[in-house]
Structure formats: C-alpha cells, structure tokens
Nanobody
Framework: QVQLVESGGGLVQDGGSLRLSCAAS????????MGWHRQAPGKEREWVAS???????NYLGSVRGRFTISMDNAKRTAYLEMNGLKPGDSGVYYC?????????WGQGTQVTVSS
C-alpha cells in the first residue's frame, strides 16, 4: 500500500505564495512519476504539474513560470512551490503517485486565494 498526505494549503492574498508538501509512505519503490492536480468548486479535477522518475517536469500553461514541482527522495516528499497566486488558483490540491501503472492519491489540501 501507498499513502500520500498533503499539507501546506491555506488562505493567501492575490500575489501570495504557498508551498505544498506531499509525504509518501508505504511501498513506494519504483515510482514512475508524481504530480499535482487541483479541483475548484463545481469544476472537474485538472492536472497542474508532474515530474517523471528521470526528473523531467511539465506544467499546466496557466501556472508555468509561477509553480515549481520538486521531489526530495530522501524525505520521500514531493513539493509544489506556488508563487504569484491568483484567485483562479483556488481549489483542493491533490498529489498523485504513479507506481507500476497504478495511481495513488492523497486526500487533498485546500488552497484559497483571496482577491
């Protein structure tokens, strides 16, 4: 089993910053990639950023240049550094880990950006 626990969400003003963390435990060998998704009220969950096992990264166009995904393998933790936050970035942020073709999700952490 794999467990993912997100933290670091909160309420910030327009233009503010937050750093989300995703701590992994359990059988997390052979991770193919990790990523972050978000879901705003009344909207479908959308992909935000991902990092492959090899370290390559990809970002949703609207967050590129403002968000940075990273991983600390020693701490078994993934991060999403978010700068220049906008009200449109508000939502529940979920981390996901892909291991041997299976997706494991965390419970999510709320991010609210006030205007």
């Amino acid at each position: 089993q794999v467990q993912l626990v997100e933290s670091g969400g909160g309420l910030v003003q327009d233009g503010g910053s937050l750093r989300l963390s995703c701590a992994a435990s359990g059988n997390i060998l052979n991770v193919d990639s990790m990523g972050w998704h978000r879901q705003a009220p009344g909207k479908e969950r959308e992909w935000v950023a991902s990092m492959s096992h090899g370290g390559s990264t990809n970002y949703l166009g609207s967050v590129r240049g403002r968000f940075t995904i990273s991983m600390d393998n020693a701490k078994r933790t993934a991060y999403l550094e978010m700068n220049g936050l906008k009200p449109g970035d508000s939502g529940v942020y979920y981390c996901v880990s892909y291991i041997k073709g299976r997706a494991y999700w965390g419970q999510g952490t709320q991010v609210t950006v006030s205007s």
